[in-house]
Antibody, heavy 119, light 108 residues
C-alpha cells in the first residue's frame, strides 16, 4: 500500500523559504490516476489545501498562496516537493503531503511535519 | 472562491446518532469527502463521493448530499468516534481544493 513521508530542514526564519519533500513508497508518483498534494494545519486550526501537482509537473495552487508557492516532482526519486517563499509566523503549521485522486479526495496522507517560523 | 461551512462542535451520548453538516452553494452537484482527524494524527477519509465508505470504515458512518447541505451521519456513536471531522470538495470551476472549517465531535 502507498505510504507518504514528509521531510524538511526544521525551523525557518521569517522572510526565508520553507522547503519540504514528500517521499512516496509502495506506489509511483508517475501514476496517471493521481495528483500529489500538500495540505497544512496551523496549530489548533483547520486544514488548508496548498496545492496539487501531476507527475508531468502541471500544478494547481491555492489562489491565496499562489504568489509564494512552487511545487515540483522528481520521478527518479519518487518524490515531490513544496517551496513556500517569504514565510511569516502565520505559515507555522503541520504540513501534510497526500495522494489525490484526480479532481477529488486525498488519501492516504503522510504523518505530517511541524514547521515553525521563528526568528 | 468556494466556501464550506461546518458547525464548530457537535455532541452526542454513546449509542446516539450524531449529524455533522457541511454547507456550500449548490454543494449537491459536487462530490463531498469527509475526513476524521483524531488528536495528533493525520486525517483519514471516512466517506468518499458523498456516501461511499472506504474499506475498513464501519457501517455506522454514512453520508448524504443534496441542495446546499452535505451531512455526515454517525450512528450508535462510540467514545472512539470523538475527533475533528472535515468536509472537502474539489471546485472544478476554479481548480481549487476546499476544506470546511472542521467540526469537533464530543462524545458525552
Amino acid at each position: 500500500q502507498v505510504q507518504l513521508q514528509e521531510s524538511g530542514p526544521g525551523p525557518v526564519k521569517p522572510s526565508e523559504s520553507l522547503s519540504l519533500t514528500c517521499s512516496v513508497s509502495g506506489g509511483s508518483v508517475s501514476s496517471r490516476s493521481y495528483y500529489w498534494g500538500w495540505i497544512r494545519q496551523p496549530p489548533g486550526k483547520g486544514l488548508e489545501w496548498i496545492g496539487s501537482i501531476y507527475y508531468t509537473g502541471s500544478a494547481y495552487y491555492n489562489l491565496s498562496l499562489k504568489s509564494r508557492v512552487t511545487m515540483s516532482v522528481d520521478t527518479s526519486k519518487n518524490q515531490f516537493s513544496l517551496r513556500l517563499r517569504s514565510v511569516t509566523a502565520a505559515d507555522t503549521a503541520v504540513y501534510y503531503c497526500a495522494r489525490q485522486r484526480s479532481g477529488s479526495y486525498f488519501m492516504p496522507w503522510g504523518q505530517g511535519t511541524l514547521v515553525t517560523v521563528s526568528s | 472562491s468556494y466556501v464550506l461551512t461546518q458547525p464548530p462542535s457537535v455532541s452526542g451520548a454513546p449509542g446516539e446518532t450524531a449529524r455533522i453538516t457541511c454547507g456550500g452553494n449548490n454543494i449537491g452537484i459536487k462530490s463531498v469527502y469527509w475526513y476524521q482527524q483524531r488528536p495528533g494524527q493525520a486525517p483519514m477519509m471516512v466517506i468518499s463521493f458523498d456516501s461511499d465508505r472506504p474499506s475498513g470504515i464501519p457501517e455506522r458512518f454514512s453520508g448524504s448530499n443534496s441542495g446546499n447541505t452535505a451531512t455526515l451521519t454517525i450512528s450508535r456513536v462510540e467514545a472512539g468516534d470523538e475527533a475533528d471531522y472535515y468536509c472537502q470538495v474539489w471546485d472544478g470551476s476554479s481548480e481549487q481544493g476546499v476544506f470546511g472549517g472542521g467540526t469537533k465531535l464530543t462524545v458525552l
